[in-house]
C-alpha cells in the first residue's frame, strides 16, 4: 500500500525518518512530504495558506498509481482531510496522528508571527502533557529540525465540500486518549463533534504518548499504522 505522511506545523519529510523502517518492512510504500512554504521567509511565503499545502499533498497523491492510506500528524491532519475530501476515491483510509478531522471554515490554530512568518516556538511553549514524553536529548536532536510556517497556514479555513469524505474509514491514533474519553470529550467540541460523528467508520486507538510520539515512540507508531491498514 502507498501511504502519504504528512507532518504537522514547523517539521518536514524527515520528521518521519524514524517511522518509516516499519512502514516498509511490512511492505508499504511510503512518501513523507515537505510542504511549500515551510521555512521560506515571507516575502516568499506570503501568499501560501492551506489550501496550497492540501493542494500539494493531492498532487503527491495524483502521482500514485492506484488508492493510498494517508496520514496526518496534528496540524497535518487538516491538510490529509482536505485530500480526503478532494479525492475520496482515491483514499483507502485516513489515520490522523493525535489530531481530529476538522469541519470546514475551520483553521488549526494562531501563533505568534515573527518577520512574517510562524516560527517554531519551542518545546517549552507546549503544556506538559504534550511533551512529557520527549527526553533533553529528543528536545536537542529533533528543535533544529524545525522550520518556520507560512503566516496563513495555520489561521487558514479549510474549505471541505465534498460528503464522500465520510465514507471513508478514518482512524484516530490519539496520544492520551481512548475512544470513550475521546467520545466524551470531543462531544463538546461543536462541529468538530459533528464532523467526527459523520464518519460511517472511525476508530480511535491511544498510543500512549504525547503529542509527538514519531519522536518519543516512533516504531510503536509505525505498529499503529500498520494495524489500521491491515484493518
Do not use: C
Amino acid at each position: 500500500m502507498d501511504i502519504i505522511l504528512i507532518p504537522g506545523l514547523w517539521l518536514d519529510a524527515s520528521s518521519w525518518d524514524d517511522v518509516i523502517p516499519t512502514l516498509e518492512r511490512a511492505g508499504h510504500r511510503v512518501h513523507p512530504l515537505t510542504l511549500p512554504g515551510l521555512g521560506a521567509p515571507a516575502s516568499e511565503s506570503a501568499e501560501i495558506g492551506i489550501a496550497d499545502w492540501v493542494d500539494d499533498a493531492t498532487r503527491a497523491l495524483d502521482s500514485l498509481p492506484g488508492e493510498a492510506v494517508v496520514v496526518g500528524h496534528s496540524g497535518g491532519g487538516n491538510v490529509a482531510w482536505g485530500v480526503a475530501d478532494a479525492r475520496p476515491e482515491r483514499v483507502r483510509r485516513v489515520i490522523f496522528v493525535d489530531t481530529v478531522p476538522p469541519p470546514s471554515s475551520n483553521g488549526i490554530s494562531e501563533f505568534e508571527l515573527v518577520d512574517g512568518v510562524v516560527p517554531f516556538p519551542g518545546w517549552d511553549f507546549f503544556p506538559d502533557e504534550d511533551v512529557s514524553d520527549l527526553d533533553e536529548e529528543t528536545r536537542s536532536r529533533t528543535a533544529p529540525l524545525t522550520h518556520s510556517v507560512p503566516a496563513r497556514v495555520p489561521t487558514d479555513e479549510i474549505v471541505l465540500t465534498d460528503s464522500a469524505r465520510y465514507r471513508i474509514p478514518v482512524t484516530l491514533l490519539m496520544g492520551g486518549l481512548d475512544q470513550e474519553t475521546f467520545e466524551g470529550m470531543i462531544d463538546q467540541w461543536g462541529p468538530y463533534a459533528d464532523e467526527y460523528h459523520a464518519i460511517d467508520d472511525a476508530e480511535v486507538v491511544k498510543v500512549g504518548s504525547g503529542h509527538w510520539p514519531q519522536f518519543s515512540v516512533p516504531e510503536k507508531l509505525g505498529e499503529l499504522i500498520n494495524a489500521a491498514i491491515a484493518r
